[in-house]
């Protein structure tokens, strides 16, 4: 089991950029592939970004490919989320995912399926004012 701690969120303007973090606990953080999500006020949770356990293969949502980089620090126990060029339309509660190695096969299908992760962290909360 692993534990998800998110941190880095906050106010910026368009054009600006975050860097999100999400620590986790547990020594066999490189037994976890880990995705971001994020969800805006009456809106359905929404697909950013997935990086697989050994960081080799990363994905990305439409919406941010070209702008948000995701990456992991597997010494570290976290996964990040550099987020560049920032509109409004991507603020949000962001969360970050975890699924353990067993679900190695359904790594390609189903990374941006947010019922592909078993772990949620609580959120950070990200604004960006026009």
């Known amino acids: 089991q692993v534990q998800l701690v998110e941190s880095g969120g906050g106010l910026v303007q368009a054009g600006g950029s975050l860097r999100l973090s999400c620590a986790a606990s547990g020594r066999t953080f490189s037994r976890y592939a880990m995705g971001w999500f994020r969800q805006a006020p009456g809106k359905e949770r929404e697909f950013v970004a997935a990086?697989?356990?050994?960081?080799?293969?990363?994905y990305y949502g439409e919406s941010v490919k070209g702008r948000f980089t995701i990456s992991r620090g597997n010494a570290k126990n976290t996964v990040y989320l550099q987020m560049n060029s920032l509109k409004p339309e991507d603020t949000a509660a962001y969360y970050c995912?975890?699924?353990?190695?067993?679900?190695?096969?359904?790594?390609?299908?189903?990374?941006?399926?947010?019922?592909?992760?078993?772990?949620w962290g609580q959120g950070t909360q990200v604004t960006v004012s026009s």
């Open positions: 990086i697989s356990w050994s960081g080799g293969s990363t």
């Open positions: 995912a975890a699924v353990g190695e067993g679900n190695g096969s359904r790594w390609f299908s189903a990374r941006h399926e947010a019922a592909f992760y078993d772990y």
